[in-house]
């Protein structure tokens, strides 16, 4: 009964080599979240979807871009990553910003 | 993002005593917090949550006060239990959909 299912749970990629994580949901819900957590930090909110609409942070570098090809897929592209972008990263949904978030397992990105 | 922050790091706590984590947020505005908590390895797990037209709000062994004034939120774990250890993050809806994160806490359970 798998609500937030992340793919892959651990990604290696080279230095400047374009990498895809994956995210679905079996909720339904409206608004789907990035998030990258580095070791002993808090999740930082990269980017949100609310149905089609995107909603990018200001501090989130262009390297950093997201698709939503429909309700229960959202994608993370990092376009060149860095030594810098090896975190964890996580997805969340809720049905709107005043609900719960629900948060999938995560998947950590290594950078060699 | 807005400014969300915890007072302390890490806390350890004897198996049974009761747990508070402490949380600061900045913006007045906020309406809606939650408490997550994150066992290493795995994303985080919504513990409680609180809106702004409430200053107590109880779950299970856990407790979520609301200070509007001092702009302050606290957690507390009743009868702590060594499956309680791990990181304790608080998150406030900055409006709109965003949820932003404060530092974190290390929980510690003594047995």
């Known amino acids: 009964d798998a609500m937030v299912i992340q793919n892959p749970r651990y990604q290696v990629t080279q230095f400047g080599k374009p990498v895809t994580l994956s995210c679905s949901q079996t909720?339904?819900?409206?608004?789907m979240y990035w998030y990258q957590q580095k070791s002993s930090q808090a999740p930082k909110l990269l980017f949100h979807y609310y149905d089609k609409d995107f909603n990018n942070e200001a501090d989130t570098p262009d390297n950093f871009q997201s698709r939503r090809p429909n309700t229960s897929f959202c994608f993370l592209d990092i376009r060149s990553p860095g030594l810098g972008d090896a975190a964890m990263y996580l997805c969340?949904?809720?049905?709107?910003?005043?609900?719960?978030?629900?948060f999938g397992p995560g998947t950590r990105l290594t950078v060699l | 993002g807005e400014s969300v922050g915890l007072h302390l790091p890490t806390l350890s706590v004897q198996e049974g005593d009761n747990s508070i984590i402490n949380c600061a947020y900045s913006n007045s505005a906020s309406d809606y917090f939650i408490w997550y908590k994150q066992e290493s390895g795995k994303g985080p797990q919504f513990i409680i949550d609180i809106r702004s037209n409430m200053d107590k709000r109880q779950g299970q062994r856990v407790t979520v006060l609301l200070n509007k004034t001092v702009k302050h939120l606290s957690l507390q774990i009743a009868a702590t239990q060594p499956g309680d250890s791990a990181v304790y993050f608080c998150a406030e809806n900055g409006g709109g959909n965003q949820f932003y994160f404060g530092t974190g806490t290390s929980l510690t359970v003594i047995p």
């Open positions: 969340a949904t809720s049905t709107a910003g005043l609900d719960t978030q629900y």
């Open positions: 909720l339904n819900h409206n608004v």
